[in-house]
């Protein structure tokens, strides 16, 4: 019998850029921007080199150079100076997201910002809801995140990512934001989030680690692909506009079974632990970061995601810069 000569079209760069079928672009990206009340300067986070906590006034900034590199859309977290029982800095007109929202709307009216609508940044205990004895209370939760993202939206968040993993969220918020006169604003469900190891690093930059216990009464069991399906459905007949998985790297098998079984665009989380393990492994030079963070990146798109949240998307869009300027790249 003849074999395939598969290598026919490998032989050059050039037929290899024909047959490619993936590929990242920069309109794939959500650039995640951490803002902090009370910051002097920035600073950044020990465990994710290359990204920052700002000020307000640096993160405007932030958000302009990004622009200027062909970045668009952010998701933003923020780090409040006074954290309660009801995390109620999350929801007041003056917290720091809202001011921040409101700022960069000022100078960058065409930015396209995205809310983490979540507690757990503004409450005393770490959890993503409010307690009841020592467990987080779904339905109460879901008053309080409901005017979370109705206030994101007042400050000017044109889209509203609830990450907060209740059962309901979607309809409650739809419900909410529709209410307040927002039915334009799209959800951006995280749909199949896992309670996962991998999201060490962003409780550093977020600052929002569980005083107690772990997240496992709401975020996903790793070992669960039909919960995942189940849960992605739901937010799907909920209303959402975006469906979301997190954390990527490790979960690309959920990606792509989420894309043959919903028509929504779907984003994938590539998350603080992934960037963290890439970076350094690059620092001590046992891996190429730039070659294995594109390999990943590339694989998420493969997988059947449609955009990413990532904290490369920088110094992506700074590579392609210099290219284009035809400067040395890399
Ligand atoms: C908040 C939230 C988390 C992340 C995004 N939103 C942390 C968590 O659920 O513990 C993680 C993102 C990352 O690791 O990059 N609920």
């Given at each position: 019998m003849m074999f395939k000569r598969q290598r026919r079209l490998r032989r050059n760069p050039f037929l290899r850029d024909l047959v490619r079928e993936t590929d990242v672009s920069l309109d794939d990206f959500i650039y995640p921007l951490f803002v902090k009340e009370g910051l002097e300067q920035p600073m950044e986070i020990p465990s994710m080199p290359g990204i920052y906590q700002f000020p307000i006034k640096d993160l405007v900034e932030e958000v302009g150079r990004c622009m200027s590199l062909g970045l668009k859309a952010f998701i933003l977290f923020g780090i409040p100076q006074n954290k309660d029982e009801r995390g109620s800095q999350a929801y007041a007109p003056t917290g720091i997201v809202q001011e921040t929202l409101q700022a960069i709307k000022k100078s960058h009216p065409e930015a396209l910002l995205i809310a983490d609508t979540c507690l757990c940044e503004f409450t005393d205990h770490g959890h993503c809801g409010l307690l009841k004895e020592d467990d987080v209370d779904n339905d109460s939760s879901l008053e309080l995140l409901t005017q979370v993202a109705v206030s994101q939206a007042q400050a000017g968040a044109d889209v509203i990512a609830p990450s907060n993993a209740m059962d309901g969220f979607v309809t409650t918020i739809r419900r909410g934001l529709d209410a307040a006169g927002f039915d334009q604003v799209p959800i951006m469900a995280y749909s199949v989030k896992f309670a996962s190891s991998f999201y060490g690093p962003f409780r550093e930059a977020?600052?929002?680690?569980?005083?107690?216990?772990?997240r496992k009464s709401y975020q996903m069991d790793s070992a669960n692909r039909r919960e995942a399906l189940r849960e992605a459905l739901a937010d799907e007949d909920e209303q959402a506009d975006f469906l979301m998985v997190k954390p990527a790297l490790a979960y690309l098998d959920i990606i792509r079974e989420i894309r043959g079984t919903s028509l929504l665009p779907l984003v994938a989380y590539n998350v603080s632990g992934e960037y963290a393990m890439i970076k350094a492994a690059g620092e001590k030079g046992w891996l190429n970061p730039i070659l294995t963070r594109d390999e990943s990146l590339l694989a998420m798109k493969r997988a059947g995601a449609d955009l990413i949240i990532t904290y490369f998307a920088k110094e992506i869009a700074l590579e392609r810069w210099k290219d284009r300027d035809g400067k040395a790249v890399k």
């Open positions: 977020a600052e929002g680690a569980p005083q107690f216990g772990d």
